[in-house]
């Protein structure tokens, strides 16, 4: 670790307690200069909120460095260093200043590798910094990260330890995101080298006998050109940047700006709440089809919006769940003409059983299980259409895990209380829940398609997943595949006794 210039010691209320004879000599500030003055006096004008923003949230900044920090010098004008947090044990702290460039971390410190949301937030906190120059997000994706690849469990682990390791010293603070299995986000000074990035991967790879090309490498960046956004904003802008990367919402423009991101966002609610005004939209017809039985066994209804003559899910152009009004708006709507229909259908053929007596399921948005009118508004929306609640069961995809509980699940609670099915993808909980198995009796469990991928590259994974099936089954659950991409996963969702398969949309749709 290199030397510190020099220290600065704060006390409990955060004022500066210098007694650092460096600091003289560097800086030319003498201590009673800076005895009691609160710790902005040494920054910028300009940064004197974000340093006490900083102060406050100082306590999640173990381990890390702040990059080329402007401090004031007493002839005049400012210079640069690296500064870095320490807490200690009697509640006071103090900051510990670097030559720019030094190797500021002890060496056997490891910083975390943190969730995507803790990274989002971790990245709004370090613009309420002192540090200044360029900033930009970058996100990198290692296609051979990815379960089904062709690397092994060991060539991954590898792989991933090189690719964290190389990426963390280009990060800002150290910190790395994990944005998916296979894919991170850091906060860069702007210069992020994705060329040396892969060259320093691919020498890695060669040393493991790992083909270079298998790594399948590829990088995108948003620049932080507004520095002063809200923080709720910065992460709805951050996780639709990051949907974009990933390819969950389609985009003709590549990611660039910050403010030409929030832009993005903008004109895709624009469009999709003009859609709902306006009567555009719709349900797409899919069926649940039983391969061992060859008979459809129930129907999903999905909610798709025309914009310009494009029918689409709105979730495939913003993140929908981070804007619960479009979501509620759009399912809310979405139901009544479900029913509306239905009544109609009904009307007009007496005779004919609808639908074949399959059921109906609406695929609802995560967020609108937390709107708190969303029970009354639908049972509602079934009293006006002369409709029960048997008509109607829900998929719900990407919940949180059950043993959390929160609003979420007391929803279903309520809607499984009221004579709805369910359809969900917490397929592991099985295993750790089983009064979930009772909520679902009667309805669907569907295994998402990367905890197939992740299990079956497990070496007891296709036996764990065959019991699984097996189990939920048992408690008369149906077990259902959906959006598999290749013949090789099909098969394995047979083999494991997935027998229910979620058939494509109508093309075009």
């Not at 960046?221 to 389609?250: C, N, P, Y």
Request: overall charge negative; aromatic content about 8%; some cysteine.
């Amino acid at each position: 670790m290199g030397s510190e210039a020099f220290i600065i010691k704060l006390n409990k209320a955060g004022k500066i307690a210098p007694d650092d004879k460096r600091i003289a000599e560097i800086l030319r500030w003498q201590n009673i200069d800076l005895f009691m003055q609160p710790l902005s006096f040494i920054f910028p004008p300009d940064a004197h909120g974000r340093v006490d923003a900083l102060i406050e949230s100082a306590g999640n900044f173990e381990n890390v460095i702040f990059p080329r920090v402007p401090l004031r010098y007493k002839p005049g004008g400012y210079i640069n260093f690296d500064m870095k947090f320490v807490k200690h044990d009697d509640e006071t702290s103090s900051l510990e200043f670097y030559k720019p460039g030094e190797d500021c971390h002890e060496s056997n410190v490891e910083v975390a590798t943190t969730d995507m949301y803790s990274f989002f937030n971790f990245v709004g906190e370090l613009l309420n910094s002192p540090l200044e120059g360029n900033l930009a997000v970058t996100m990198v994706e290692v296609e051979g990260l990815r379960a089904g690849s062709g690397l092994t469990n060991d060539e991954q682990a590898s792989i991933r330890s090189e690719v964290e390791s190389q990426l963390k010293k280009q990060a800002v603070g150290g910190k790395l995101g994990k944005l998916d299995e296979a894919s991170y986000g850091l906060l860069s000074g702007g210069d992020f080298d994705e060329e040396a990035f892969e060259k320093e991967l691919a020498a890695a790879a060669v040393k493991l006998n790992i083909a270079p090309d298998a790594l399948g490498v590829r990088a995108a960046k948003v620049k932080i050109d507004d520095r002063e956004i809200d923080s709720a904003t910065l992460k709805m802008a951050l996780s639709h940047s990051r949907s974009i990367f990933l390819g969950e919402i389609d985009s003709d423009v590549e990611l660039g700006n910050l403010s030409d991101v929030i832009s993005g966002i903008q004109h895709n609610c624009n469009l999709v709440t003009d859609a709902i005004k306006k009567f555009q939209y719709m349900v797409i017809s899919r069926q649940i089809y039983d391969a061992k039985e060859s008979i459809s066994r129930a129907v999903l209804q999905q909610g798709k919006v025309n914009i310009d003559g494009r029918i689409t899910l709105p979730g495939k152009l913003i993140v929908l769940y981070d804007h619960p009004d479009i979501a509620y708006s759009h399912d809310m709507a979405q139901i009544d003409e479900m029913m509306r229909v239905i009544k109609f259908t009904i009307n007009s053929n007496p005779s004919v059983h609808y639908n074949d007596g399959k059921l109906d399921y609406y695929e609802l948005c995560r967020s609108t299980l937390l709107k708190e009118s969303f029970i009354n508004d639908l049972s509602a929306i079934l009293k006006k259409h002369g409709q029960a609640t048997s008509m109607l069961g829900f998929r719900i995809l990407e919940m949180p895990p059950s043993k959390k509980g929160g609003v979420h699940w007391e929803t279903l609670l309520k809607l499984t209380g009221l004579g709805h099915s369910l359809w969900i993808d917490r397929f592991g909980d099985a295993v750790i829940d089983e009064s979930l198995m009772k909520m679902l009796h009667g309805g669907y469990i569907e295994m998402p398609l990367q905890v197939m991928k992740k299990l079956a590259g497990h070496f007891d994974g296709k036996d764990m997943m065959t019991q699984l099936v097996s189990t939920w089954s048992s408690k008369g659950v149906g077990v259902v595949a959906a959006d598999l991409p290749d013949i090789k996963m099909k098969q394995l969702a047979n083999d494991i006794g997935i027998k229910l398969n979620l058939k494509d949309a109508p093309e075009g749709s």
